[in-house]
């Protein structure tokens, strides 16, 4: 991940003009990014002797809202953008031309490597997919009917999770099979609704694997209508709500990414790219993976 590059303090010669520094992220509402959205107000901190302002907007994961917000924040005279962008073509076409105005674009969370963004900011979501599949691999003794529960339809790192997850248990653990894969947007309420429905309609899943947010309502679904434990459950992050799962003995494991450093990392990449006209070390900067279960919290 990005070291602290840029120092005020320091002798090196830096262009302190006030920028503007517009932060688009999807995931309104959701703990995931309010925990990102603090690691780029701690960051700000850290540099607040330098001369910028944050301009933050969130949208769900609609491409048309993210737009909307996207055409704004152009109007308000950016001087660098950092994005978690929705896979739509209208969002990278509006990337590039920010970038060919001479305003750099760095995604986090969610990369189009596709564009002209100069670095990304995230997890690896395919090998966070295969660790997904490995863990369920490894409790499961390679045997499970699982039910995957993703989140929004056309989030490149989500498709990338399934992708890893897929690739992981054809290889390695052939006995576990997918019986479906669910969409419900990250939602609490679709989500608790949704595993009501495959309780009933699959009696014999084992597994789930929640590939982004909604664990509280899915978890909430399978806590009050079925004593069947216990199933394997693989979640992502660590929110107060999988915190308490967690303890419950509902949730089996959970893969974190670290949000904060996630938020932290891309604007110490955004301000040394400002202020110092310097690029990151890599374009592609991975957050580390961990896995929490009940016994290490």
């Given at each position: 991940?990005?070291?602290?590059?840029?120092?005020?303090?320091?002798?090196?010669?830096?262009?302190?003009?006030?920028?503007?520094?517009?932060?688009?992220?999807?995931?309104?509402?959701?703990?995931?990014?309010?925990?990102?959205?603090?690691?780029?107000?701690?960051?700000?901190?850290?540099?607040?002797?330098?001369?910028?302002?944050?301009?933050?907007?969130?949208?769900?994961?609609?491409?048309?809202?993210?737009?909307?917000?996207?055409?704004?924040?152009?109007?308000?005279?950016?001087?660098?953008?950092?994005?978690?962008?929705?896979?739509?073509?209208?969002?990278?076409?509006?990337?590039?031309?920010?970038?060919?105005?001479g305003i750099p674009v760095l995604c986090v969370?969610?990369?189009?490597?596709?564009?002209?963004?100069?670095?990304?900011?995230?997890?690896?979501?395919?090998?966070?997919?295969?660790?997904?599949?490995?863990?369920?691999g490894l409790i499961t003794d390679g045997v499970?009917?699982?039910?995957?529960?993703?989140?929004?339809?056309?989030?490149?790192?989500?498709?990338?999770?399934?992708?890893?997850?897929?690739?992981?248990?054809?290889?390695?653990?052939?006995?576990?099979?997918?019986?479906?894969?669910?969409?419900?947007?990250?939602?609490?309420?679709?989500?608790?609704?949704?595993?009501?429905?495959?309780?009933?309609?699959?009696?014999?899943?084992?597994?789930?694997?929640?590939?982004?947010?909604?664990?509280?309502?899915?978890?909430?679904?399978?806590?009050?209508?079925t004593q069947r434990y216990p199933f394997t459950?693989?979640?992502?992050?660590?929110?107060?709500?999988?915190?308490?799962?967690?303890?419950?003995?509902?949730?089996?494991?959970?893969?974190?990414?670290?949000?904060?450093?996630?938020?932290?990392?891309?604007?110490?990449?955004?301000?040394?790219?400002?202020?110092?006209?310097?690029?990151?070390?890599?374009?592609?900067?991975?957050?580390?993976?961990?896995?929490?279960?009940?016994?290490?919290?």
């Open positions: 991940m990005a070291s602290r590059g840029t120092d005020p303090n320091s002798k090196l010669s830096f262009d302190n003009k006030h920028k503007k520094i517009g932060i688009l992220l999807l995931g309104e509402g959701t703990e995931f990014f309010d925990n990102m959205k603090q690691g780029f107000f701690d960051c700000a901190e850290d540099f607040s002797k330098l001369d910028f302002e944050l301009i933050l907007k969130q949208t769900k994961a609609v491409p048309d809202q993210q737009l909307k917000e996207l055409l704004a924040m152009e109007k308000k005279k950016i001087d660098g953008l950092i994005i978690c962008p929705c896979n739509d073509t209208r969002i990278l076409s509006e990337i590039d031309k920010l970038v060919d105005k969370n969610n990369d189009l490597p596709e564009s002209k963004r100069f670095a990304f900011v995230g997890s690896d979501s395919y090998k966070s997919g295969v660790t997904a599949g490995g863990l369920m499970a009917e699982v039910a995957i529960i993703d989140g929004t339809l056309g989030i490149k790192g989500l498709e990338d999770r399934i992708a890893g997850f897929k690739d992981c248990i054809e290889k390695n653990y052939p006995k576990i099979k997918i019986k479906t894969i669910e969409h419900c947007n990250s939602d609490d309420y679709k989500t608790y609704e949704t595993v009501q429905s495959l309780l009933m309609e699959f009696p014999d899943i084992t597994a789930f694997f929640f590939t982004s947010g909604g664990v509280y309502g899915g978890c909430k679904s399978i806590y009050q209508l459950i693989i979640t992502y992050e660590l929110t107060e709500a999988i915190k308490d799962y967690l303890e419950k003995g509902i949730i089996t494991a959970s893969i974190c990414q670290n949000p904060h450093q996630q938020g932290s990392d891309a604007l110490t990449i955004m301000i040394d790219k400002l202020f110092l006209d310097r690029e990151p070390k890599n374009e592609i900067n991975h957050a580390d993976i961990y896995i929490k279960i009940k016994e290490s919290l």
